[in-house]
């Protein structure tokens, strides 16, 4: 049953792409594809179960089933977003966006679900190849100059990766993710520590791990809004989840940690000096990003599952919101102003703002404290005071320019809020509010 079931949640987003000769229906077949894989993620992570399917080929635990419904969730608010965003911007080429996105969410899926490292980082390389082309869809110059760098500049991180593979199977002679961690305790020579350590660099550089990140606001940036909340909310964690299967094979606690937090220090200054509304987002995202990594790194990944989940659904407000914004107002932070005027864009700006920068009683909140929690008692207390200094740095300065966008400036002309847009927006805001507050209700704590 839940080969069938696994099949199902991996090709019903591949098979949508079929309806690509017919606008209506590859926008249906879209839709119903991301509401099938939904149904399906929720299912595996009620269930609670560890789940093999063909012969150990798959294989869903806990933590990928988490992820699963994060990366099927964005994919089903992108996708209806999409559905108003793409035509009312009179884009070119919608069918080829709806196959792109297709593919890339079963990129995604196929990366935290399948049980073997090469393939695993296939599954990596795979989301750059389709969401390279989403960077572009747009075909600007800029947007097209921003694809170009984030495919060199990814592509070489995740080829520095395939030395952590070559180094992984020369130890364990094999690249089975249960069999090489079941024989991880016993094995800890310089090459498996070499393995973790270029990984890093490898995958860091998706992740966005100092000093890495240069690609990430560029893409964020000049991509269209719904491909943007999908980059943040779950291309990065699908990263991020692959780094931490491989920093399970030999724990480089120190080193994960000290780039964690260099990551941090360095965006949240950069972030301070934003003038575009999506790039200020987009180095959040790095802040966040780094964030869960310490979280993995200090043994604390229920907290860093939490931060990621409550984040996808915050950022990809955010990022849906930006683009109601810029579609009325512009991209420039300076120039923006009366956002209140827009009721439902006013209220998904600010709850999203909130949300990503972990303000109680949002379930971010609760995921960065036991990250912190966790790294004090860990020892690593020059890390969690400069973490403490620079996280309060993101919070106000995207609060600052959030509140300025909402109930600053004048904004005398009339503009019509789209209603459909902005009710997504909203929905994906709220989310991680809803979160935080069953989560304080119940008591909740890993």
């Known amino acids: 049953m839940y080969g069938a079931l696994i099949l199902t949640l991996l090709l019903a987003p591949a098979l949508a792409s079929a309806?690509?000769?017919?606008?209506?229906?590859?926008?249906a077949l879209s839709l119903l594809s991301a509401a099938v894989s939904l149904t399906l993620s929720l299912y595996l992570f009620l269930q609670g179960e560890t789940v093999e399917a063909f012969g150990g080929f798959f294989y869903v635990d806990r933590l990928a089933s988490a992820f699963l419904?994060?990366?099927?969730?964005?994919?089903?608010?992108?996708?209806?977003?999409?559905?108003?965003?793409?035509?009312?911007?009179?884009?070119?080429?919608?069918?080829?966006?709806?196959?792109?996105?297709?593919?890339?969410?079963?990129?995604?899926?196929?990366?935290?679900i399948v049980n073997d490292y090469g393939l695993m980082w296939a599954g990596v390389e795979l989301t750059t190849v389709t969401s390279a082309l989403l960077v572009a869809f747009e075909r600007t110059d800029v947007s097209l100059e921003a694809a170009w760098r984030y495919i060199i500049i990814v592509s070489s991180g995740i080829t520095v990766?395939?030395?952590?593979?070559?180094?992984?199977?020369?130890?364990?002679?094999?690249l089975s993710i249960t069999e090489v961690l079941a024989k991880a305790p016993a094995v800890g020579s310089e090459a498996v520590r070499a393995a973790v350590a270029v990984a890093l660099i490898g995958l860091g550089t998706k992740v966005g791990v100092f000093p890495m990140y240069t690609w990430l606001p560029d893409a964020h940036s000049e991509a269209p809004s719904p491909v943007s909340a999908m980059f943040s909310g779950v291309l990065l964690p699908t990263a991020l989840y692959a780094l931490y299967k491989i920093y399970q094979v030999y724990p480089l606690t120190n080193l994960y940690v000290i780039f964690g937090t260099l990551s941090i220090v360095t965006a949240s200054i950069i972030?301070?000096?934003q003038w575009h509304?999506?790039?200020?987002?987009?180095?959040?995202?790095?802040?966040?990003?780094?964030?869960?990594?310490?979280?993995?790194?200090?043994?604390?990944?229920?907290?860093?599952?939490?931060?990621?989940?409550a984040h996808a659904f915050g950022k990809a407000g955010a990022f849906y919101s930006s683009g109601v914004v810029m579609r009325l107002f512009g991209k420039r932070i300076d120039r923006i102003g009366g956002v209140w005027r827009l009721r439902f864009t006013s209220s998904a700006l600010l709850l999203s703002s909130f949300a990503v920068t972990g303000t109680p009683p949002f379930a971010t909140f609760i995921g960065e404290f036991f990250i912190l929690r966790s790294l004090l008692e860990r020892g690593f207390v020059v890390e969690f005071a400069l973490l403490v200094a620079f996280l309060a740095m993101e919070f106000?300065?995207?609060?600052?320019?959030?509140?300025?966008?909402?109930?600053?400036?004048?904004?005398?002309?009339?503009?019509?809020?789209?209603?459909?847009?902005?009710?997504?927006?909203?929905?994906?805001?709220?989310?991680?509010l809803a979160m935080g507050v069953v989560l304080l209700a119940l008591g909740w704590a890993p």
Do not use: C, W
């Not at 790039?279 to 599952?305: C, D, E, K």
């Not at 019509?416 to 847009?421: A, F, I, M, Q, T």
């Open 161 to 174: 990766a395939i030395i952590s593979l070559i180094l992984i199977y020369y130890n364990f002679h094999t």
């Open 396 to 432: 106000i300065s995207i609060n600052y320019h959030v509140s300025r966008m909402v109930f600053g400036g004048s904004a005398e002309e009339k503009r019509e809020e789209p209603k459909n847009l902005s009710l997504v927006s909203l929905a994906s805001a709220v989310i991680p």
């Open 277 to 309: 509304i999506k790039r200020m987002f987009a180095y959040s995202t790095i802040v966040n990003m780094n964030l869960a990594l310490i979280g993995f790194a200090v043994g604390q990944p229920a907290g860093a599952t939490l931060l990621l989940m």
């Open 271 to 273: 972030l301070m000096h």
């Open 19 to 27: 309806g690509y000769f017919s606008y209506r229906l590859v926008k």
């Open 69 to 112: 419904v994060m990366i099927s969730s964005v994919y089903l608010l992108s996708t209806v977003y999409s559905f108003y965003y793409v035509e009312e911007r009179g884009l070119i080429g919608e069918r080829l966006y709806y196959v792109l996105l297709d593919l890339f969410t079963s990129s995604m899926m196929f990366t935290v």
